[in-house]
């Protein structure tokens, strides 16, 4: 693996900071978005072709934030064959707040104690959807200090999406993400190219703490969800026209720089709407557009017309979807298959779409690219960066590896339980009633889950949480327990030991969302 490096080794500036490896988790069980429409009693399409959303995954009472990171971690260091003590930042961003003082990341560090490993700094990282992209900047910005002791920093972004009954409970999901990051990666930052948009807003936010469910305007959300793009464009484009002037050269910056765009995606038809969007940001920004031949054919007519002014407008809306449907084919819907088929994880949909992307492509399709990333939270918090594939695409390389680690996404998603939208919404109602609630033990069946997940056993009457993780073999019995004894902990031996069960001192079941 690339990206750990000898304190010796060390430069005054690592080479190609980024993503090494990725790992994504999403729940076992998901509800069809069509017969979800019937059972809501809604109009046919509304949720398949509205939103442009195929499947749901949730989570049933017996997972929650830390059981998903805990697996997605471990996973991503099995299938990595990375040693504990190689990790010396960790960094979880996550809104789905299920305590109000311990984070994620400290329950999470329970998986390090076998290697001893204690010396791992980063904490967790809260702003609705965004914080995933926080805990990313803060790992590269990290590796690039002088605070990097040469070992690899590891970033988890993790949430459960759930809703009020209601038109957005079909905008919900779970899932988590996991990144090595380090130098020499496949997916390198390029520097100094981070367009960031902040403001105050209340589009999406979480008021009530005895509730997983957000107080959300929706309208409002979409008003601000495309302002930042358009902030986050301008900045990102201003400062590479600085950069290439540097250079020499003149050129002007637009959508076909890109070789590939993602983004942070509530639902699928919003980021069909986002790359239409910079498209007529494009052609407003042109000194002299081209609207007898290519892309900007017959747009004359919106050459006017103020971006502030159109985030409701279909006529434009409609004009720009049409001039960037081949853009939307070669560039950004290969993205959209976790978000398609499991729906919106939050701090991680970003990434789910990232490695969604990078499943569906060969490595000589990606090698040398730039993908371009929006990332936004509500509040708000967004910024739009770029990522430059390696050009090494040689079997064996550190793209080629992780291209192939992420080709199972589809046979993973197919091999997902399908339940009615009766025992969806009876798995809602149960995680509303016991949001909280301690002492509980979880009603959620365990032969259900993948794998090599982890799960919650029980919640204790001080609201402190114990974990078990199913077996990667199902002829083994579960995994050891860590049980108190006189304030201690202790390990029953197993001969099925690979990590103990794993008890945490967290609040209530999982919290929360946001778009």
């Known amino acids: 693996m690339p990206g750990s490096a000898s304190i010796s080794c060390l430069g005054p500036w690592p080479k190609d900071v980024g993503i090494i490896a990725m790992e994504l988790y999403f729940p ?35 997972e929650d934030i830390n059981s998903l990171c805990l697996t997605v971690v471990q996973r991503l260091m099995e299938r990595n064959g990375l040693s504990y003590d190689s ?31 204690t010396d791992v700094e980063g904490i967790d990282t809260t702003n609705a959807c965004y914080g995933g992209t926080a805990a990313l900047f803060n790992a590269v910005n990290w590796v690039e200090s002088s605070s990097w002791d040469g070992r690899y920093a590891l970033v988890v972004a993790g949430d459960i999406a759930v809703y009020a009954t209601g038109s957005a409970r079909p905008t919900g999901g779970a899932g988590a993400v996991a990144m090595l990051v380090g130098p020499n990666a496949p997916l390198a930052f390029e520097r100094g190219l981070r367009g960031t948009h902040m403001q105050h807003a209340y589009d999406f936010y979480k008021p009530d703490l005895m509730s997983e469910y957000p107080v959300v305007d929706g309208k409002l959300s979409i008003e601000c969800y495309l302002s930042a793009l358009d902030h986050c464009y301008s900045v990102y484009r201003n400062k590479i026209h600085a950069q290439w002037q540097r250079e020499g050269s003149e050129k002007r910056f637009s959508l076909d720089d890109f070789g590939y765009l993602v983004f942070h995606s509530p639902y699928c038809k919003l980021v069909q709407k986002s790359l239409a969007r910079l498209m007529l940001n494009d052609f407003l920004s042109h000194p002299s557009p081209n609207t007898v031949t290519g892309p900007f054919t017959g747009l004359d007519v919106f050459r006017d017309v103020k971006p502030e002014e159109t985030y409701f407008d279909r006529d434009v809306e409609k004009a720009f979807m049409k001039a ?71 079997p064996g390389s550190s793209l080629d590896k992780l291209v192939s680690s992420l080709s199972d996404l589809k046979a993973r998603l197919d091999s997902r339980k399908k339940v009615l939208p009766a025992v969806f919404s009876e798995n809602m109602k149960l995680r509303e009633e016991t949001h909280h609630l301690a002492p509980y033990i979880p009603r959620g069946s365990v032969e259900d889950l993948f794998p090599g997940t982890w799960y919650l056993t029980r919640v204790d009457d001080k609201h402190r949480r114990e974990y078990a993780r199913r077996p990667l073999d199902d002829d083994l019995p579960a995994e050891p327990e860590l049980v108190r004894s006189s304030g201690a902990t202790e390990h029953i031996p197993s001969p099925a030991k690979k990590m103990p069960r794993i008890p945490t001192a967290t609040a209530s079941p999982d919290a929360a969302v946001s778009n």
């Open 28 to 62: 076992s069980q998901y509800v069809d978005q069509a017969e979800l429409e019937q059972f809501d009693g809604v109009s046919a399409g509304k949720y398949t072709v509205g939103l442009g959303q195929a499947r749901m995954g949730f989570c049933s009472d017996r």
């Open 87 to 117: 990790v010396g930042r960790l960094e979880v961003g996550t809104e789905t707040i299920i305590d109000k003082s311990k984070s994620v990341k400290t329950v999470i560090m329970q998986l390090f104690e076998d290697s001893g490993n």
């Open 324 to 394: 960037s449907a081949d853009l939307f084919e070669r560039k950004t819907k290969s993205s959209l298959l976790i978000s398609n088929e499991n729906g919106n994880m939050y701090t991680p949909s970003v990434y789910g779409c990232l490695a969604s992307l990078i499943a569906q492509q060969t490595p000589l399709q990606i090698a040398g690219q730039r993908i371009g990333v929006f990332s936004y939270g509500s509040g708000f918090a967004a910024t739009l960066y770029s990522l430059r594939v390696t050009q090494d695409h040689t």
